[in-house]
Nanobody, 123 residues
């Protein structure tokens, strides 16, 4: 069983930055691919970014490419999502997820989820 806890959400103005963190309880953490998803009210949960279990390659949604950076620190059992140049449409609850599959883009590919952290971007 893997427990994930997100932190770092908050309210920012357009163009601002936030760094989301995800703490994982499982060891060895390194065998999981890590992903970030987001969900707005009455919307489906959508893919934001993922990083392979080896930490060698990131994957991004088209909306996050060039603005978001995913990373992980296996020694600390942590994953991060650096978000820059935030836009109002980035407003959502952001979820950290862990997967042992290579289906990085779909929520169905992830077995473990955090409780989410709210991000609000105001203009």
């Amino acid at each position: 069983q893997v427990q994930l806890v997100e932190s770092g959400g908050g309210s920012v103005e357009v163009g601002g930055s936030l760094r989301l963190s995800c703490s994982a309880s499982s060891r060895p953490f390194g065998r999981f691919a890590m992903g970030w998803f987001r969900q707005s009210p009455e919307q489906e949960r959508t893919f934001v970014a993922a990083i392979s279990w080896a930490g060698g390659y990131p994957y991004y949604s088209s909306s996050g490419e060039g603005r978001f950076t995913i990373s992980r620190d296996a020694a600390k059992n942590m994953a991060y999502l650096q978000m820059n140049n935030l836009k109002p449409e980035d407003t959502a609850v952001y979820y950290c997820a862990a997967s042992t599959t290579s289906d990085y883009y779909s929520p169905a590919g992830y077995a473990y989820w955090g409780q989410g952290t709210q991000v609000i971007v105001s203009s």
